[in-house]
Nanobody, 125 residues
């Protein structure tokens, strides 16, 4: 019923940019927290960024601050992740998620109800 579809991933050289999109269908989530996570091979799923349903308030993991920017378009029910100055360490599958129970728990994967299939981001050196 609820589907999240990520797009925009690909292969880029270090220093390049990508813009990820996540389109949500089935329900509207304009009032809920939306987030981006990533998972590299052999590692746990890691919080990257989140955006609240109002104001808006944004939050980022320290390693991407100043390089990544999260935004949302409520009319399109879509969340974006603009990634600049990419580094090889950013290589991972990126997942979008929606409907966090609380802003204070935005870092925790278990706080989100719905997840996309993920999109691969590979940064070469």
């Amino acid at each position: 019923q609820v589907q999240l579809v990520e797009s925009g991933g690909g292969l880029v050289q270090a220093g390049g940019s990508l813009r990820l999109s996540c389109a949500v269908s089935g329900r509207t989530f304009s009032s809920y927290v939306m987030g981006w996570f990533r998972q590299a091979p052999g590692k746990e799923r890691e919080f990257v960024a989140a955006i609240s349903g109002s104001s808006p308030v944004t939050g980022y993991v320290d390693s991407v601050k100043g390089r990544f920017s999260i935004s949302r378009d409520n009319a399109k029910n879509t969340v974006y992740l603009q990634m600049n100055s990419l580094k090889p360490e950013d290589t991972a599958v990126y997942y979008c998620a929606v409907d966090s129970m609380a802003w204070g728990r935005r870092v925790l994967p278990a706080s989100y109800r719905y997840w996309g299939q993920g999109t691969q981001v590979t940064v070469s050196s």
